[in-house]
């Protein structure tokens, strides 16, 4: 395989997985387009690359932009605006796990909590009160294993989980 075949396998793979993540295949694709090249890109290199509207472009460039994954770079004697990925997949993961925690898993623990306060009395009320209660503590002890993982150390992290999988 060719790298240029690689290349495109890649990007299209990762704007698959993208929207396993939460996030839309444009976005991914775009993510994975700047993590593989050699050099900064412009919005109409990306365009072009990926076969995309400008604003498709625009949009998604800026949301990458908010998740801190996509920063712009200056190019000497270009007018431009050039995007470059942040390559390293930790800070890429770590960042993506934060943006995922703060937009959705929070949210969800403050309506679980609001839940849990259910009044009324009988049978349903508290059948209700118990399937809430168990998945609010499994949401506040994921939320509690993801912020641990957020602030570890990376080379630590590695090694627990190295050893976890080699058990």
Not at 12 to 22: A, I, K, P, R, V
Not at 32 to 59: F, Y
Not at 134 to 147: G, N
Request: net charge negative.
């Amino acid at each position: 395989m060719q790298l240029e075949e690689a290349k495109n396998k890649f990007i299209q793979s990762w704007g698959t997985l993208g929207t396993h993540w939460g996030i839309n295949r444009t976005m991914a694709q775009i993510l994975a387009l700047l993590l593989v090249s050699d050099k900064p890109l412009s919005a109409n290199d990306i365009m072009a690359q990926l076969n995309i509207s400008m604003g498709n472009t625009n949009m998604n460039i800026r949301a990458l932009m908010d998740w801190s994954l996509v920063y712009k770079e200056l190019v000497p004697g270009e007018r431009k605006d050039f995007y470059i990925a942040e390559k390293d997949v930790w800070k890429v993961t770590s960042r993506i796990v934060e943006h995922r925690k703060r937009k959705e898993l929070e949210p969800m623990i403050r309506i679980l909590e609001d839940l849990q306060n259910v009044e009324g009395e009988g049978e349903s009320v508290e059948e209700f009160k118990e399937v809430v209660n168990q998945i609010h503590l499994f949401a506040v002890k994921s939320d509690a294993t993801l912020e641990k993982i957020l602030i570890a150390d990376r080379n630590n992290f590695f090694n627990i989980l190295m050893k976890l999988v080699l058990k």
